[in-house]
């Protein structure tokens, strides 16, 4: 079996380049309009920050005026001559949403970042929680794109855009007490393949990043509720937002589909990536070749967490 795979791999590699037939794409920042959303506060306004950095026109969009203002404030002091606009709406009214992104004008670079979750069993939740979380992170995410299409079609310079959507690593595999959350972030993944299909020929590059847990004060919220066996399993181990906002812009500028944060999340990738885009024929080789290896590690890692689950529960109910 080993003589077999050693054999034929160097054919099956050269097969793969005349499938895949990689087209390197770049996105430009500089001198570009990106819009976010849930801009205000934490991954998003790390994602404000690089990009001003790099010379691009930013709009914020989130609920919250007073921190919108805040975080304009702070972009502005960053970064000298950065231009900064600000939209306070929900994304859950798509009317509001219309207005503020028509009025932020044509978007090269659209970031849909903004996201809500609630950790807990299922069991439970709130109905009325549930149905934010799906309103907020899957139909809110629904309402940007379909307000801010017609505006990325009628971009200036017609050059390579993107439309960036902020998932999770629970958007990759499933997590106790994140039933509901990883529901709506799987769910932008089948989002996201779909419309890359749909809006290639207008030469509108789709990404999703996949981020772990990140250091925001979202998280810091969350982790005061969630049940204790959800904290031994997440762990301590945290990102901080500015390493997420710089991952997702250079992932953006290069036109990656999937853009995982560490290392961990690059082999969770390769496991799961299925049938979705893949513009690197090194990536694809990577994945051809390694994913019934990670599906492997993948098995081991499922083994620990029910095994954790399973000692958990009896002693909570001593």
Known sequence: MVFFTLLYLPLLLLLLYFIVRPHPVTIPIKNRHVFITGGSIGIGLAIAKQAASEG??????????DKLKEAKQSIEKAY?????????????????????IKKAGPIDVLVVNHGVYNIQ???NQESDTVKFMIDVNLMGSINVIKAALPLIKD???????????MSSMA??????????????KFGLRGL??????????????ISIIFAP????????????????????MHGSDMMKAEEIGKITINGIKSGKFSIPCNLLGQMVAVATAGVSPQRS???ASIEVVFAGFFRFLALLFQFKMYGIIQKWHPQKRK
Do not use: C, W
């Open 155 to 165: 971009r200036k310079d017609k050059g390579p855009a993107s439309i960036a959507f």
């Open 213 to 232: 847990a990140v250091d925001t004060p979202g998280l810091e919220e969350a982790r005061k509720k969630m049940p204790e066996i959800s904290k031994i």
């Open 171 to 184: 958007g990759q595999k499933g997590t106790y007490g994140l039933a509901a959350y990883s529901a709506t």
């Open 192 to 205: 996201a393949e779909a419309l890359q299909q749909e809006l290639i020929s207008d030469n509108i590059h």
């Open 121 to 123: 069993e299922l069991e």
């Open 56 to 65: 691009a026109r930013i709009s914020l969009l989130a609920r919250s005026l």
């Open 80 to 100: 000298d001559n950065v231009d900064v606009s600000i939209f306070a709406a929900d994304v859950r009214d798509y009317d509001a949403v219309q207005v503020a």
């Open 281 to 283: 024929f090194f990536m």
